[in-house]
């Protein structure tokens, strides 16, 4: 099992161009979540998808759009990247039901906003 | 409103000293707490959940209701310690397993 895995892992853009981050998991978690980590700020949620086909708000989302684009993948939009934008960002999945499991991370992506 | 709180942003101690990372949380209902870390250049990774009542590389926490807190423990310091530490509390008021975390604490263990 690869866990969480997460592309790309490192990137630099420009103010106002787009991209995706991208990430998957091969444990059958029906949850998946993206968040971002900035010094003194802890892990800010900024979208989550409580199971296929739904995503949700979390703290901070705007900036940012999501896709689940099946159980396995859910993938992060910036349509017009800012330099608060400037991050690292994390993919997590987890299996939530009558016993709701710890959350598994990706290695993240550390964007950098010019 | 559902919250958790690391007052230290950096705890510096020395090999062997005994650690405590203090963690705060806010909510009315019966919490499920967490300490994940997150070691240099690595993922972070669940260190344990407090329903667990485990002890993971001589860490233990203990969940105090009364003082709505959840500190991390050990009692001799190791220079592989040195890492960020981040308390979880799991997000109740729907199934959607999200969880809040506080701003993180760096402990830093010197030789």
């Given at each position: 099992?690869?866990?969480?895995?997460?592309?790309?892992?490192?990137?630099?853009?420009?103010?106002?161009?787009?991209?995706?981050?991208?990430?998957?998991?091969?444990?059958?978690?029906?949850?998946?979540?993206?968040?971002?980590?900035?010094?003194?700020?802890?892990?800010?949620?900024?979208?989550?998808?409580?199971?296929?086909?739904?995503?949700?708000?979390?703290?901070?989302?705007?900036?940012?759009?999501?896709?689940?684009?099946?159980?396995?993948?859910?993938?992060?939009?910036?349509?017009?990247?800012?330099?608060?934008?400037?991050?690292?960002?994390?993919?997590?999945?987890?299996?939530?039901?009558?016993?709701?499991?710890?959350?598994?991370?990706?290695?993240?992506?550390?964007?950098?906003?010019? | 409103?559902?919250?958790?709180?690391?007052?230290?942003?950096?705890?510096?101690?020395?090999?062997?000293?005994?650690v405590e990372l203090k963690c705060?949380y806010?909510?009315?209902?019966?919490?499920?707490l967490f300490w994940y870390v997150?070691?240099?250049?690595?993922?972070?990774?669940?260190l344990l959940r407090h329903i667990s009542r485990e002890s993971i590389?001589g860490f233990t926490a203990d969940l105090n209701?009364?003082?709505?807190s959840f500190h991390l423990k050990k009692?001799?310091?190791?220079?592989?310690?040195?890492?960020?530490y981040?308390c979880a509390?799991?997000?109740?008021?729907?199934?959607?397993?999200?969880?809040?975390?506080?701003?993180?604490?760096?402990?830093?263990?010197?030789?």
């Amino acid at each position: 099992n690869a866990g969480v895995t997460q592309t790309p892992k490192f990137q630099v853009l420009k103010t106002g161009q787009s991209m995706t981050l991208q990430c998957a998991q091969d444990m059958n978690h029906n949850s998946m979540y993206w968040y971002r980590q900035d010094p003194g700020m802890g892990l800010r949620l900024i979208y989550y998808s409580a199971s296929e086909g739904t995503t949700d708000k979390g703290e901070v989302p705007n900036g940012y759009n999501v896709s689940r684009l099946n159980k396995r993948e859910f993938s992060l939009r910036l349509e017009s990247a800012a330099p608060s934008q400037t991050s690292v960002y994390f993919c997590a999945s987890t299996k939530v039901g009558s016993s709701t499991d710890t959350q598994y991370f990706g290695p993240g992506t550390r964007l950098t906003v010019l | 409103a559902q919250r958790v709180t690391q007052p230290e942003k950096l705890l510096s101690v020395f090999k062997g000293a005994p650690v405590e990372l203090k963690c705060n949380y806010s909510y009315s209902g019966s919490p499920e707490l967490f300490w994940y870390v997150q070691y240099s250049r690595q993922r972070l990774q669940l260190l344990l959940r407090h329903i667990s009542r485990e002890s993971i590389k001589g860490f233990t926490a203990d969940l105090n209701k009364g003082e709505t807190s959840f500190h991390l423990k050990k009692p001799f310091a190791q220079e592989e310690d040195s890492a960020m530490y981040y308390c979880a509390l799991l997000h109740g008021s729907s199934n959607t397993g999200k969880l809040i975390f506080g701003q993180g604490t760096t402990l830093q263990v010197k030789p």
